[in-house]
């Protein structure tokens, strides 16, 4: 299931990208003024030009909506190593070791956990050859720099990847919420609306399936409602064993919608050996053994062209209730109808 349109991380990255862009340029431009004029280190001061250059151009790109992934990984690693360089050459003078500390912030910001802790400990790892230099100056001054630059980037490590684990597992919760039934845990109708939204093009045989649950209201009534729901539980089990999990969708009530990548042909047999699992498959609640029928009505999604969900489902649903008319327990598309005398 395409959760993209419901998943918000990665436009939050951009923006991300977008402010540390900005913020990093005019830095980066400050910083070289004062190693150019003032310090007369025209190197770090040239390099910083050009890493101020790049920022503002991968800023202007974020503003257009034109950003790449790349964009991302350069910016951020520009960075690091203008911070290494700038540690190498400058020592302890300016204070430049403090700015090692906001790598696993931008790191885990811009790369989520698994990129962000990699590039974390990549960092880390780096970041021991410019601070080794400071032991040969000598003293304790420089080793309990070391050590309280250690502790600081180990804490805010910690803390940022503590943190984008709560986030992915917070995020993934609420997308479960928005997206899938609670009971049968198939994905709703709001999935199915963002699978197929205006702007999908449809570029190979693909039909929707509409299944309803013949007489579901006389299990309810026999059996309870528990029972219903576990029937409703053990069928889906049944689609996503046949379609697969990303295919099942729960409409609501005793309906679902299955999609079928294959043309109708192929899907009219395929839903035909369907309700003849479903009919002869054993549904148990407590010691009870259960047995129902569906109906389905089914109908062809038109390639290269947008899907109007709406249509396609009102079509599919004249289907369905043939289906019913004509006995239940089978199912109709356009190439029976006629024979169905409709």
């Not at 919608?257 to 035909?272: E, G, H, P, R, S």
């Amino acid at each position: 299931m395409n959760r993209h349109s419901f998943d918000k991380t990665q436009e939050v990255r951009i923006k991300v990208l977008q402010g540390m862009s900005l913020i990093i340029a005019l830095v980066a431009l400050v910083v070289a003024y004062v190693n150019i004029i003032i310090s007369k280190v025209y190197i770090l001061g040239a390099i910083e030009v050009l890493l101020a250059v790049f920022c503002f151009y991968t800023y202007y790109k974020t503003c257009i909506s034109a950003s790449k992934v790349w964009h991302r990984w350069a910016v951020a690693y520009a960075y690091f190593f203008v911070v290494f360089l700038a540690v190498y050459i400058l020592k302890t003078d300016e204070g430049i070791t403090h700015w090692i500390c906001t790598f696993p912030i931008l790191a885990y910001l811009l790369f989520g956990k698994k990129h962000g802790f990699i590039s974390s400990f990549c960092l880390l790892f780096a970041s021991v050859i410019p601070l080794y230099s400071f032991l040969s100056l000598g003293g304790a001054n420089s080793l309990h720099l070391i050590v309280n630059l250690g502790l600081s980037y180990m804490t805010i490590w910690t803390v940022s990847h503590i943190y984008e684990a709560m986030r992915y597992s917070n995020q993934e919760t609420i997308l479960n919420l928005a997206l899938r039934d609670p009971l049968t845990k198939a994905f709703n109708r709001r999935a199915l609306q963002s699978r197929f939204s205006k702007q999908t093009i449809i570029d190979e045989p693909l039909c929707i399936a509409l299944i309803d649950i013949d007489f579901f209201k006389k299990v309810n009534d026999k059996y309870g409602h528990d029972a219903g729901d576990a029937v409703l539980t053990q069928l889906t089990e049944l689609f996503v064993e046949k379609f697969k999990e990303d295919n099942v969708f729960r409409m609501g009530g005793e309906e679902f919608v299955v999609v079928i990548n294959t043309d109708l042909q192929a899907a009219y047999d395929l839903i035909n050996c369907l309700i003849k699992t479903v009919e002869s498959h054993h549904f148990t609640y407590e010691k009870n053994s259960l047995k129902i029928t569906i109906s389905i009505g089914l109908e062809e999604l038109v390639t290269d062209s947008f899907v109007d969900l709406s249509k396609i489902l009102k079509a599919a649903d004249g289907y369905l209730y043939i289906a019913k008319d004509n006995g239940r327990n089978c199912a109709v598309c356009s190439i029976n109808n006629s024979m169905l005398g409709n």
